[in-house]
């Protein structure tokens, strides 16, 4: 039964490292991944593509049901799923800010967020899932055996995002990057569906002062404390 195969949650606002951390946590454990965000970003596009407004409720409710997208697993941590939206590789595109920007403005719909309950539910296989997001802990995993609150404040936030950029010669303003990661904070956490927040039973780590070996020692603990005693109960 589904119930019995374990999920860990990951939840947090962009940029406070929970791509990252989902990788190796799933690589360390042998688990598979969900990305959510991908799945908010690719209806962002689909929409784009199929030239649906961004706000039009039915008409993305009706896209997102009916995606022909796959996942195939890649060796690159900053990008573990290569994405085939109707069959051609859209994984860059989805990174863009642009296509994060879309993605929190079709997220605050109820329908389309219901159109995806079964996709994301899909991932649920042994011998285990870990499930990146906003509302995995709070709405869609809600019996996850541990939930992570992941965050850092929005100016080591983009400042991360702007060393990232320009290590790869993208040229960016720091001050633009800043504002538009408050911008989609601010989206993310005062909608009335499934609003980012902290699950009442998650870990919470401030990720501001820490690099990503110390957070990753610090969810592994956790990790492995819970599992050791969900071993524990079921003898
Ligand atoms: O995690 P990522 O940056 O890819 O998410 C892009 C956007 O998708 C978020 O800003 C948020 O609006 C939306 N999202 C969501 N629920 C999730 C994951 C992402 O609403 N579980």
Known sequence: MAEEIPVIAIDG????????????LAAHLGFH????????????????????ELDGEPALAELARTLDVRFEPTQDPEAPLRIMLEGADV???????????????????AKVRES??????SFRQFPGLVADGRDMGTVVFTDA???IYLTASAEARAERRYNQLKDKDIGVNLHDLFES???????????????LKPAQDAYVIDSTALDIDQVFA?????????????????G
């Not at 689909?46 to 030239?51: D, I, P, T, V």
């Open 181 to 195: 990661i408050q911008a989609r904070d601010e989206r993310d956490m005062k909608r009335a569906v499934a609003p």
């Open 145 to 147: 055996v541990v939930k």
């Open 33 to 52: 991944i969900l990305d959510s965000g991908a799945l908010y970003r690719i209806i962002g596009l689909a929409a784009r593509n199929h030239s649906v």
């Open 218 to 234: 610090l969810v592994l603990s956790a990790v492995q404390e819970k599992l050791a005693a969900v071993k524990d109960k079921l």
């Open 13 to 24: 606002p962009g940029g406070s490292g929970k791509g990252v951390i989902t990788y190796k």
């Open 116 to 121: 995806i309950g079964a996709l994301q539910h």
């Open 91 to 109: 994984t860059k595109a989805l990174r863009t800010d642009d296509a994060a920007r879309d993605a929190s403005r079709v997220a605050p719909l």
